[in-house]
């Protein structure tokens, strides 16, 4: 099973709202990623987290909050909003290997708009 | 600073062809790579990656190949099916940091036509 489970498929909201975004995986990963996709472009890494801890956060302005509440879970915490931030919102996890690399299976997004 | 890209934004084939997409990368670290495919509305599918220590790779219908001298990668879909429309993107793990840092290239587009 390389299942990676993503909700709300899509959310729109006003710039004053505070919403999150959620994602599950059961497949044993210890490593779970946020990437944030505009329209036809590539993912781009957001965060990473590597057994519950963040470790790395790739200068994402602090109206997205990360949070690992458990190693199945990953959330993201949305507060005011920029009409800029509407994209799609990618949620993957990998099976970390110490110093290898290791393939990275993605959820099927939740699409937001901001208002 | 380094990255991965690719040469062809777009590519279209007839069905039963086989498709070829290619992909250039600068990082002559870069151990690891990964494609992946992507419809419409949905998240990147895994279709078959290949560490540096191998210069071909086959899966179901695909073929990647990895040429470290001129830091290229290629993804052949044999008999190409309307279902493999989508974006394909190559990416890779940047050498010299942490494992989880992914980059991706541009992305190509095939379209298939039956």
Redesign the interface.
Same mark, same amino acid.
């Given at each position: 099973d %390389?299942e #990676?489970t993503?909700t709300p498929k899509h959310l729109v909201m006003g710039m004053t709202n505070k919403k999150s975004l959620k994602c599950e995986q059961h497949m044993g990963h210890r *490593?779970m &990623?946020w990437y944030k996709q505009k329209a =036809? =472009? $590539? $993912?781009? !890494?957001m965060f #990473?987290y +590597?057994y519950e801890k963040l +470790?790395?956060n790739e200068s994402v302005p602090s109206r997205f909050s990360p949070e690992c509440p458990n190693s199945s879970l990953l959330n993201l915490h949305l507060h005011a909003l920029q009409p800029e931030d509407s994209a799609l919102y !990618?949620c *993957?996890s +990998?099976r970390? +290997?110490g /110093? !290898?690399?290791? %393939?990275? &299976?993605? /959820? $099927? /997004?939740t699409?937001l708009t901001v208002l | 600073g380094e990255s991965v890209g690719l040469h062809l934004p777009t590519l279209s084939v007839q069905e039963g062809d086989n498709s070829i997409i290619n992909c250039a990368y600068s990082n002559s670290a870069s151990d690891y790579f990964i494609w992946y495919k992507q419809e419409s509305g949905k998240g990147p599918q895994f279709i078959i990656d290949i560490r540096s220590n191998m210069d071909k790779r086959q899966g179901q219908r695909v073929t990647v190949l990895l040429n470290k001298t001129v830091k290229h990668l290629s993804l052949q879909i044999a008999a190409t099916q309307p279902g493999d429309s989508a974006v394909y993107f190559c990416a890779d793990y940047a050498g010299g940091t942490s494992y989880g840092k992914l980059t991706f290239g541009q992305g190509t587009i095939l379209t298939v036509h039956p």
């Open positions: %390389t #990676v993503q *490593a &990623y =036809k =472009k $590539p $993912p781009e !890494l #990473v +590597s +470790s790395i !990618l *993957a +990998s970390p +290997s /110093g !290898l690399r290791d %393939t990275q &299976y993605f /959820g $099927p /997004g699409r | -």
